[in-house]
């Protein structure tokens, strides 16, 4: 720490775990996200986007994407599989399952709200998703995905909460294990071989927001 | 100088409406009672009834048994109640899930599935509510002009009811859906 910060503290030195108590009406934090807008003006470049959501079905992101962006959303929620091949021990098999979970035809998704869930995944499983999400995302389609920087081992998912463009509730809610290691960004590269990444932000809140496009003209 | 009298009269010279009598609110008797609520045109389907089949109808309807086949209330308000379990397709004007539904739904007006109500199937309708703690597994298209012109259409042979998914095998549950996306 320099002098200079001793004598006057930077604004984005603020504690970012704490959230701004105003923007929090319903109790759960309100965190900012820069990838969002981004993700939402790919979508719109669509007539009929077509959304696969991976996380548990929140009716306020329903609303936000059927009703305002005319998105068909498909409801996938990988957090419950995951928890259910915990409690019935037979996580080897989880990443043949997700192999084959996805049932929508091949390049004919839009865009992919994947969520912190590749945190909370083994190597193996996360490999397996991301080469399933490769097959049904169409080209010119992006993924966004969220990833922490900060080591934590709590055993709590979150839901996210689209409050606007530009901000996001978080929901924490029980999880079946522990959130998995942290990946470096090299790895996280590595699981999408086939996708660019368009955009990438390091958030106050330790998270990263990666936004993966795949490119205009590749078919699978 | 006010001119206080001109605010008071009507416009046009037309002479000012009696003041209307204080409505009066009348105990209605327990007949009375009975008789608006079968004016309310609501069926119940209690818990113990089951039905397999189609079931078409012209009045609001709430079923707190189970169903299966498929389901038409064109022009009115499907309730599933905390009991009822339905596998079908469903067709209405409005549906309220309390319950548990497996099949596609589709209404002209709005889909509402409340805290601890159940969907697994495809869903079309221009508005969708989905409350905290609701289930929901599928799709939902809120096209208002798709879902305008699926209620409207005759529904095919009602989804066969799907064994829960296991551990390790993805529910074909999804295979509509893909095809929609297709």
Redo the contacts between chains.
């Keep these: 720490m320099s002098l200079l910060d001793l004598i006057t503290p930077r604004k984005m030195d603020r504690d970012p775990r704490v959230p701004r108590a105003a923007a929090a009406p319903a109790g759960d934090p309100v965190f900012s996200t820069k990838a969002l807008r981004k993700f939402i003006s790919s979508l719109t470049r669509q007539d ?1 986007p ?1 959304l696969l959501d991976l996380g548990p ?3 306020e992101n ?2 936000f994407f ?2 305002r962006l ?8 990988i957090f419950k599989d995951l928890d ?2 915990v409690r ?1 021990g ?1 996580l080897e ?2 990443p ?2 997700l192999a ?6 091949a390049n ?2 839009h865009g992919i709200l994947c969520w912190d869930l590749i945190d909370h995944l083994d190597r193996a499983s996360a490999q397996a998703l991301a080469t399933a999400l490769n097959r049904v995302l169409a080209s010119d389609g992006t993924l966004l995905a969220f990833f922490s920087t900060a080591p934590t081992r709590d055993a709590r998912y979150t839901k996210f909460i689209i409050v606007d463009d530009l901000n996001m509730r978080h929901r924490a809610y029980p999880a079946a294990r522990t959130r998995q290691a942290n990946m470096p960004n090299r790895d996280i590269l590595r699981l999408f071989p086939g996708l660019h990444v368009s955009d990438s932000f390091l958030l106050q809140n330790n998270q990263r927001e990666i936004l993966f496009r795949k490119p205009a003209g590749t078919g699978h | 100088m006010w001119k206080r009298d001109q605010a008071v009269q009507p416009p046009s010279g037309q002479p000012a409406a009696p003041p209307s009598p204080a409505p009066t609110v009348a105990t209605p008797s327990p007949r009375a009672e009975a008789s608006q609520f079968l004016e309310r045109d609501n069926v119940n389907i209690g818990k113990s009834v089951v039905i397999k089949g189609e079931l078409n109808g012209s009045e609001d309807l709430t079923i707190e048994g189970q169903v299966e086949g498929t389901i038409q209330l064109r022009d009115h308000v499907l309730t599933i109640g905390p009991n009822g379990k339905i596998k079908a397709q469903v067709f209405a004007k409005s549906v309220i899930v309390l319950g548990e539904v497996t099949g596609n739904v589709t209404a002209s007006e709005k889909v509402d ?1 409340r805290d601890k109500g159940s969907v697994d199937g495809d869903i079309i309708s221009p ?6 703690g ?10 208002r002009k798709s879902g305008a012109t699926a209620a409207t259409t005759q529904p095919q042979a009602a989804k066969p009811a799907t064994a829960p998914a296991t ?4 529910s074909p549950q ?2 509509p ?2 095809a ?3």
Excluded: L, W, Y
């Design positions: 009929t077509v079905v929140v009716g329903v609303s059927g009703e005319g998105c068909k959303i498909f409801v996938e929620d259910r091949h019935a037979n098999a989880f043949e399952f084959g979970r996805f049932a929508q035809a004919t998704v | 599935i508005r969708v509510a989905i409350a905290e609701a289930h929901f597994r599928g799709s939902v298209d809120m096209q551990a390790s095998q993805p999804q295979q859906a893909a929609a996306a297709r």
